[in-house]
């Protein structure tokens, strides 16, 4: 039980850690690839660093789904009355639906403006 | 007299006798939160009624048009030093000492984790600020902005001690904000009353928890920036020069890495005091508590998404403005949860219209107001438009004002009887939050309109027909209003303080552990420690109290004349530890004193004595905890209520185990802030690549690699069981671990000497630091590896006892892997980067 409830505790960071993951690496990729050129390289109609920045995005929303799925699945077999492994999941699957709103939130932006224009 | 009230007496007079700080002179001694937290709290206040008249210089010179109250070089430091005053030595120890004073009280403790680094972080605090108000008093002031924009704050531009004062100054400061931030993320994460396990700890703990971490990751980044800067203009390393591959940028993304968390950092401990002051006084439990934690943690994360906000002028990719300007907006979500909770909570109660609550009333509407603000300035085209205008003076007032002294003056007034043990007789408290309210919203109110028509910040003077003037003239009115107000609350509380009649015991019906100890509280806070159930302990048990302080609790009796307090599981808080803590003692103030001897010297370029001090202080940090310990092994001891627990330094979570990870997180924190600027720089900043590159010294990186190494190992195996239980061996591997901080700073040194002189350029000027930081800590490994075997030669460890050594591997480790990062870094980002 001790092991379920220190889970929990780190699950509640565990989505907000990848969004903050997702942000820097964003910012990041966004700031190399415009130095190193990557945005004049095109594969169809998207720049390759479109395409990465995108792939990028969609690899933390399936982080984000995956963290989500854990904490739906141990609060499922945690009793209600459990205290506090069950306020615990709840805050943890409540904070990763809310990093997960704030990614694609975050991520909207990749798909209209340009990328490397100042 | 009845059995109980002698129980009472008795339990007092022994716990009195250990607990008691000495008198007169011996008063500087102190360790006990309650007193370092008054203290903290008294001394924010003394700094903001210097804050405040220079605020009232700043009005007096903009009143008119063309006025000839300042010259612009005075103005320059006045307007720089009302931020730095207000937010480095006003709001941040405000909270602090709030906390310290508080949350033992709240959580079922007598004290906070580490009442010496307490008193130690105060001691900084006071002599930090004091260098800035010295620089002040004699005219030597920063004046290049609260946030010393590179290349204004660098030697070309500011070439007196000026700057040196404020980075300086600031760095010392900050020694008191990381200490504050581990303090009391282990008092929470540890010394909670058995029973109270996370969801049943007040929202209080929860704020400050968050808070905490908050500035356990934020200021490291500005330490680094503000210790580069200081490198430059002292050695003229150049990481903010373009002509010669720095970036001023660098400079913007560091400051406000830590700046604008630091918005959140003030105002989160005080939605805290709403969340616990709203719902005793609306007479009913918050509603929904779970979903308050979830935005607390939601805001802290995104806080730490917007700092770019503050550089959309300076030129930055679309893309970029973009997610930046999303995060900001999202920001105002969890912030908007909060607010419907507080709504709720007074709409579903019996709100009482009392003094506090005034100021929580005021709170909603002011920091409402500075919230839309923000989420305007959050969109970029109007963000260029308004950018450095008073539209943004207007905006960071209506959200630092609302958001933090609206709530810390509801606060004052919610917990003076129970600091002072009294209530008023006769109040102006009224009088005094009219005069603020109105004043405030007549002083910034209008701001916005005068910097919608154009009036930039940080101008100490405009012209008659700029438009501008009745606009400038009501906002100086207001302040003096404003001014007028803050003057009576300060009567008020010196009146009730000195002429209060005496308060009866939990004034307000609250049901937070704090209202169930005395008032005045003694020392120990409780004289028996409580047992917890539900978020509302007080209101479970109407008899806690009384129970309490006639033993009937944890911890109800006095053994062999130690200072303890409970230590408990993090998320259950089942029972785990018996903390012992430590008693009043001056080393503190020393140790403070030569810290402070090692900054005085950094400003005044005196270096070895600056090298000698800092020698000094690592010496005196090691006598704090010489003679600390036992000397066998006690097992599980009594802990009341017929359990038992072992004492901290028999198990592997002690208090001091947890703060060397959080200290270890902050440092990795400052760490990657360091790579992420020579990154940065290597990336974005003009004149790269440079035109040296360092080459690759196989030999030193051997010495390197090796002794990292070993240190690793050596640090693995010292606090292997079998290890130990065998004195010999207990004492070998921490050899081990130094001998290969030794080898490892014999490498590195290497380095460092064949690189071509750092003034060149940013690269190798970034390049020395990064490997100097690292050769520090391999410095310091060798240092508590011979802490440890000295320890155990003196029979402090055995195989229960071995918390000196496990902190010590936990460095050693640390060390190594950011060492070898380095070596990456420096050999393999020029590979990367090309040439």
């Not at chain 2, 190494?709 to 921490?734: F, I, K, M, N």
Request: net charge positive.
């Amino acid at each position: 039980m001790t092991g379920s409830r220190n889970q929990a505790f780190l699950f509640m960071i565990l989505g907000f850690a990848v969004w903050a993951a997702a942000f820097s690496i964003l910012y990041g990729v966004q700031g190399t690839g415009c130095e190193l050129g990557w945005h004049r390289q095109t594969i169809g109609p998207l720049s390759l660093l479109r395409i990465l920045l995108i792939v990028i995005w969609g690899a933390h929303l399936a982080a984000l789904a995956w963290v989500y799925w854990c904490c739906r699945a141990a609060l499922a077999v945690t009793s209600a009355r459990a205290m506090p492994e069950a306020f615990l999941w709840r805050a943890a699957s409540a904070l990763t639906i809310t990093a997960a709103v704030a990614t694609v939130w975050i991520g909207f932006a990749l798909l209209v403006p340009s990328i490397c224009v100042i | 007299m009845t059995d109980t009230t002698t129980d009472a007496i008795r339990l007092h007079k022994q716990l009195d006798r250990i607990w008691r700080t000495p008198s007169g002179l011996g008063r500087l001694s102190a360790v006990n939160h309650s007193i370092i937290g008054r203290r903290f709290i008294i001394t924010a206040f003394v700094f903001f009624g210097i804050g405040g008249i220079l605020a009232m210089l700043i009005r007096a010179q903009l009143a008119t048009p063309r006025s000839a109250f300042l010259g612009p070089d005075v103005y320059n430091q006045v307007f720089t030093m009302h931020g730095t005053v207000m937010m480095f030595l006003f709001a941040i120890p405000l909270f602090e000492g709030l906390a310290m004073y508080l949350l033992p009280k709240m959580l079922g403790a007598r004290d906070m984790a580490f009442p010496r680094l307490s008193a130690y972080g105060y001691w900084c605090y006071l002599f930090g600020g004091s260098i800035l108000i010295v620089g002040l008093v004699l005219g030597l002031a920063p004046d290049s902005g609260w946030f010393m924009y590179t290349p204004l704050s660098s030697r070309t531009y500011t070439p007196g001690i000026n700057a040196d004062i404020w980075l300086i100054g600031i760095t010392f400061v900050e020694i008191s904000a990381l200490s504050a931030a581990i303090e009391t993320i282990v008092t929470i994460f540890k010394l909670r009353a058995p029973g109270m396990s996370l969801d049943k700890m007040p929202l209080f703990a929860w704020y400050l928890l968050v808070t905490a971490f908050m500035m356990l990751f934020g200021f490291p980044p500005l330490i680094v920036g503000s210790i580069l800067l200081e490198i430059e203009r002292a050695f003229d390393l150049p990481f903010f020069d373009p002509t010669r591959g720095g970036d001023p940028l660098l400079w913007q993304h560091l400051f406000w890495l830590f700046g604008h968390p630091e918005v959140y950092i003030i105002f989160l401990p005080a939605a805290g005091v709403v969340s616990t002051v709203l719902p005793v006084l609306a007479r009913r439990d918050i509603i929904g508590y779970l979903w308050i934690v979830v935005s607390i943690v939601a805001l802290a994360f995104l806080s730490f998404g917007l700092w770019v906000h503050h550089m959309f002028t300076v030129g930055i990719p679309h893309l970029a403005l973009a997610f930046f300007s999303a995060a900001s907006t999202a920001v105002a979500f969890p912030t908007a949860v909060q607010f419907f909770a507080w709504i709720g909570t007074l709409a579903a109660g019996r709100p009482q219209l009392k003094l506090p609550m005034m100021f929580l009333l005021g709170f909603f509407f002011v920091f409402a107001m500075g919230g839309l603000t923000g989420v305007m300035l959050a969109i970029v085209p109007f963000n260029w438009q308004v950018h450095d205008t008073h539209f943004v003076v207007a905006h960071l007032h209506y959200v630092l004002v609302g958001g933090f002294i609206f709530p810390m003056l509801a606060a004052a007034y919610y917990w003076l009887p129970h600091f002072t043990g009294r209530a008023p007789r006769i109040s102006l408290g009224v009088t005094a939050f009219w005069l603020i309210f109105i004043g405030f919203n007549v002083t910034f109110l209008i701001m916005h309109a005068t910097g919608l028509m154009g009036m930039p910040r940080r101008i100490y003077t405009y012209d008659a027909s700029s438009g501008w003037e009745w606009l400038n003239f009501i906002s100086s009115m207001g302040s003096f209003l404003m001014a007028i107000g803050f003057a009576l609350f300060t009567v008020d509380v010196v009146m009730q303080v000195t002429m209060g009649k005496r308060a009866s015991r939990n004034p307000w019906g609250a049901k937070t552990l704090e209202w169930a100890t005395a008032m005045p509280p003694p020392t120990y806070n409780f004289a028996s420690l409580p047992t917890v159930t539900s978020r509302t302990p007080l209101a479970d048990t109407r008899s806690m109290p009384s129970d309490l302080a006639s033993g009937h609790g944890y911890l109800g009796f006095v053994r062999d004349d130690r200072l303890e307090t409970l230590g408990v599981e993090i998320t259950s808080g089942r029972l785990e530890q018996v903390v012992r803590l430590p008693n009043s003692t001056f080393i503190p103030l020393y140790t403070a004193l030569v810290t402070g001897v090692f900054f005085v010297a950094l400003l005044l370029k005196f270096y070895l004595v600056a090298a000698a001090a800092f020698v000094a202080t690592v010496i005196m940090l090691l006598t704090w905890t010489r003679d600390w310990g036992d000397l066998a092994d006690r097992g599980v001891i009594a802990a009341g209520l017929g359990e038992k627990a072992p004492p901290h330094t028999e198990t592997s979570a002690a208090p001091s185990n947890w703060a060397m990870t959080l200290a270890l997180f902050a440092d990795a924190t400052a760490y990657s802030s360091l790579a992420f600027g020579m990154l940065f720089l290597w990336v974005v900043a003009p004149n790269w690549p440079p035109p040296t590159l360092i080459e690759p010294s196989l030999p030193a990186s051997l010495l390197i690699v090796i002794g990292l190494s070993a240190a690793w190992v050596g640090a693995s195996r010292s606090v292997a069981p079998a290890v130990l239980s065998d004195a010999r061996q207990r004492e070998l591997w921490p050899m081990v671990a130094a001998a290969g901080h030794l080898a490892s700073l014999a490498g590195f040194f290497m380095l460092m000497t064949a690189m071509p002189d750092p003034s060149r350029h940013a690269y190798l000027a970034a390049t020395f630091v990064l490997l100097a930081y690292v050769a520090l800590h391999a410095g310091l490994g060798v240092v508590f590896a011979g802490f440890g075997i000295v320890r155990s030669r003196g029979g402090y460890v055995s195989a229960a006892r071995a918390l000196d050594l496990r902190i010590g591997a936990q460095w050693h480790r640390y060390t190594a892997a950011i060492g070898l990062i380095a070596l990456l870094l420096v050999h393999g980002l020029p590979w990367v980067m090309g040439s």
